[in-house]
């Protein structure tokens, strides 16, 4: 398993941008699919991005499709995810997680991801 710490949740007004940052330890970060995942107040988790071993294979949730990006950074440990025109139904928590081994067809999927971060709070005011 990865630790995993996120940073760079904030309040913004619709419309406006964040980037979120996860920061991996170990040795081992790039053989791990990552994922973002959200959870709004008094709701489940859901799934927000996902990427593969390297930059090229990226999974999105519909409703940020257009407007997030996933990235990472192998030689720094950090998979990012920049948010842009932001609206007040992306206010959550946002976890960074790890899987080892993931189904291709279930990176969506919370029980693929066998580590997570502790969470950065984002909040989009109308």
């Known amino acids: 398993q990865v630790q995993l710490v996120e940073s760079g949740g904030g309040l913004v007004q619709a419309g406006g941008s964040l980037r979120l940052s996860c920061a991996a330890s170990g040795r081992t970060f790039s053989r791990h699919y990552m994922g973002w995942f959200g959870q709004a107040p008094g709701k489940e988790r859901e799934f927000v991005a996902a990427?593969?071993?390297?930059?090229?294979?990226?999974y999105y949730a519909d409703s940020v499709k257009g407007r997030f990006t996933i990235s990472r950074l192998n030689v720094k440990n950090t998979v990012y995810l920049q948010m842009n025109n932001l609206k007040p139904e992306d206010t959550a928590v946002y976890y960074c997680?790890?899987?080892?081994?993931?189904?291709?067809?279930?990176?969506?999927?919370?029980?693929?991801?066998?580590?997570w971060g502790q969470g950065t709070q984002v909040t989009v005011s109308s």
């Open positions: 997680a790890a899987s080892r081994s993931p189904n291709y067809d279930r990176v969506f999927a919370i029980p693929e991801y066998d580590s």
């Open positions: 990427i593969g071993y390297s930059y090229g294979s990226t």
